[in-house]
């Protein structure tokens, strides 16, 4: 598509006495395939030119008619555009040749080249449940990470994990009066948010509890070893269980910074904001009023002296920024926290960091889980992992059901569950609310993972009938795709790097979820009309390409997905 633009600038720029580089911003993909494959609007020309837009448009169709490029094979005016229709041959020859050359790096680009792009996801709360704000986060913010990565960008994970507040001090009265050892080792993560229920329904009957906790808490804020070392133990506990179902998602932090981490940086904030002059005091608290912004005040020390959420993200923006000199900082978290990000962000502008700019928080809507299939077990709070669990045992009995000879069935399961998962929240725009129905994101044939992936696998298997026939790169078969399915299935495969900056830069994923149906469907149509094997073998070493850089385009779309395509199904 790069190439094809540049041929049609070099020729477009001098003229109409353009710079190419101006041309190429100009070309747009026209909405409708007939209307050429790429267009070239004559609104701006009007001007400097004194003729109307369509009239500019037939002058330069007249000036280019006959001509061709090498890419592209006619020029045409239509309205105020001129359309240009590209050389199917040796078009398709360039996209099956970059797609087999660049292999699982097809699709990326350097765009950032090298530089630092902090996603902060998932980001739970330890004694709480893992809910499904924190499924979308991990999943919306590692697809992020995984684009980003792909265009170049050092991409840093950052689990800002809730490990510190007054939750603490009630846990740890809670553990010392009812708390076991054995049954916390068990299962950490549920067992101390069921002490964090119980001690809130004690402290009905018992008020004094709260004081308790309260003066525990204070006790972990000034470094009272017996505090710390409840606290450590919870977290350390917690974050085992955490990673196993990272792990399981093949998720890895760069850093586990958890809210905690800054406590040592929370003094420098405060005498920052203060310096600045923008913070007051108002009943003893610390606040900064933003009204002027149309924003309500932001709290940062309350009049006991403890400080707050907020006053921990500032501290962490500030050491992110120090720290990893970030290109862009992005925080993917719900929806309901925008106020918060815009309160953020304002403070931060407020200081003088001109970088505020650069961050920006990545919103998302809810999923409500349609009844019927899923039970959630009382106590049981890591939704994710049961989410996971339930996905995983429904695709394996398809799996089953449609091919009970494949080996690796549990394999196909996990991959065809966890896929099923992330497909059905990163198809969604993200700022949505989604109604995950278990049938729908489970369905081979639906707008899925699944659908995706056996179209992977299906063409995985031709590839492995034909015996050895796709063993190496075949200039003279590559430029021999002419009919209507093939090259339209080749120009939805060289859309891939586009949509994956497309992806990226506007933080949505989604684009990249929705192409890939298209190429699926593609694929299908293509595959339905034009048989691979049985076809003369001139034509079957053209299409084994065709299918082989599908297969690339489908494996590397669905990995950036963090979706993995097994090559049986
Ligand atoms: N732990 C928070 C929650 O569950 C999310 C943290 C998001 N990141 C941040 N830097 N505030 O609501």
């Given at each position: 598509?790069q ?9 477009l ?9 101006q ?15 790429l ?11 004194k ?5 500019i448009a037939k ?8 001509q061709k ?10 309205g105020?555009?001129?359309n240009f229709?590209?050389a199917?041959?040796?078009?398709s020859?360039?996209?099956?040749k ?19 792009v ?15 704000g ?23 994970g ?12 009630k846990l740890?009265?809670?553990f ?8 916390l ?20 009957e018992d ?5 308790e ?17 409840y ?18 998602l093949?998720?890895e932090?760069?850093?586990?910074h ?10 420098r904030?405060?005498n920052?904001?203060?310096?600045k ?14 009204e002027?912004?149309d ?17 921990r993200?500032l ?8 720290t ?10 719900g ?26 928080h ?12 899923m039970s959630?077990r ?5 939704l994710?992992?049961?989410?996971l ?18 080996e ?14 992330r ?5 969604n ?7 995950f129905d ?8 639906g707008?899925?993972a ?12 031709i ?6 026939d796709?063993?190496a790169?075949?200039d003279?078969?590559a ?9 339209t299935?080749?120009?939805t ?6 949509k ?20 699926a469907?593609?694929?299908n149509?293509f595959?339905?009309?034009?048989p ?7 034509i079957?070493?053209?299409?084994l ?14 990995n950036?997905?963090?979706i993995?395509?097994p090559?049986?199904?």
């Open positions: 598509m190439k094809l633009k540049e041929e049609i600038g070099a020729v720029a001098p003229l109409i006495g353009m710079e190419v580089g041309v190429l911003e100009l070309l747009e993909v026209p909405p409708e395939p007939e209307y050429g494959d267009a070239f609007p004559c609104f701006s020309l009007a001007k400097q030119m003729k109307p837009p369509p009239v002058d330069l169709g007249d000036k280019l008619s006959g490029g090498r890419l592209w094979g006619k020029a045409e005016p239509r105020p555009y001129l229709y590209i199917p041959k040796a078009y020859h360039e996209v099956l970059k797609a087999w050359q660049e292999g699982d790096q097809y699709g990326h680009a350097n765009i950032g080249r090298g530089r630092n902090t996603i902060d996801y998932s980001s739970p709360n330890i004694a709480k449940p893992f809910g499904v924190h499924i979308r986060s991990t999943v919306i913010g590692h697809s992020l990470y995984l684009l980003y990565r792909a265009l170049g960008y050092n991409s840093i950052i689990n800002h994990l809730g490990d510190w507040g007054t939750q603490f001090g740890i009265v809670a010392k009066r009812w708390g076991e050892e054995s049954k080792k068990d299962d950490p993560v549920e067992y101390l948010y069921r002490l964090y229920v119980q001690f809130h329904q004690e402290v009905e008020p004094a509890l709260d004081d906790a309260r003066l525990w808490f204070k006790k972990l804020e000034s470094g009272d070893q017996e505090a710390v070392s606290w450590e133990h919870f977290k350390k506990l917690s974050l085992e269980a955490y990673a196993s179902i990272y792990s399981r093949g998720i932090f760069e850093y586990y958890g809210e905690s981490h800054y406590n040592q940086m929370l003094e904030v405060i920052l904001v203060q310096d002059g923008i913070a007051k005091e108002s009943e003893g608290a610390l606040i900064i009023d933003l002027p912004h924003l309500p005040p932001v709290m940062l020390r309350k009049k006991d002296g403890a400080t707050l959420y907020i006053t993200d501290a962490a923006a500030i050491y992110r920024k120090e990893f000199d970030f290109d862009r900082s992005l925080y993917v978290v929806a309901e926290q925008t106020l918060h990000f815009q309160q953020l962000f304002k403070v931060l502008e407020l200081l003088g960091f001109d970088w505020a700019a650069r961050c920006a990545v919103p998302f809507g809810m999923i409500r889980f349609k009844e019927g299939r959630t009382a106590g049981k709070i890591i994710l992992e049961e989410v669990d339930r996905a995983v045992k429904m695709a394996r009995e398809i799996i089953e059901e449609k091919n009970p000879e494949l690796d069935k549990d394999g196909a399961a996990e991959a065809v569950g966890l896929g099923a998962v497909f059905g929240d990163l198809s725009d993200r700022v949505k609310n989604i109604e278990w049938e729908k994101v489970l369905d081979f044939s707008e899925t699944a659908y995706i992936q056996y179209s992977h696998a299906r063409i995985c298997s590839i492995r009938k034909a015996d050895g796709l063993m790169w075949n003279e078969a430029g021999r795709l002419e009919k209507e399915e093939e090259i299935l080749v120009k495969l060289a859309r891939l790097p586009d994956v900056i497309d992806s990226a830069e506007s933080y949505k994923p989604s684009i990249l979820a929705r192409y890939l149906i298209d190429v469907r593609e694929f149509r595959y339905h009309n034009c691979v094997l049985s076809s003369e073998p001139e079957k070493q053209a299409r390409l065709l299918i082989d850089a599908t297969r690339q385009v489908l494996a590397n779309g669905l950036l997905l963090g993995i395509a090559e049986k199904m």
